[in-house]
């Protein structure tokens, strides 16, 4: 068995700490309203976050 998402609330963010889905899953929780200030992708390494669009902690 794998895990395919792995998601965190942290401080009233959305942490997604892995995403192995198509499509990604920041961008269905966008489409359910959720705004990018609010999501992180804690995937990706912290020097990269302010460059993707969405938090960075």
């Known amino acids: 068995m794998a895990i395919v998402v792995?998601?965190?609330l942290?401080?009233?963010k959305i942490w997604i700490q892995r995403d192995g889905t198509e499509e990604?899953?920041?961008a269905d929780l966008e489409r359910a309203?959720?705004?990018k200030d609010h999501i992180v992708l804690g995937f990706r390494s912290p020097e990269v976050?302010?460059?993707t669009g969405y938090a960075v902690a």
């Open 49 to 51: 976050r302010p460059y």
């Open 33 to 35: 309203g959720i705004p």
């Open 24 to 26: 990604g899953i920041a």
């Open 6 to 8: 792995h998601i965190d």
């Open 10 to 12: 942290i401080d009233g």
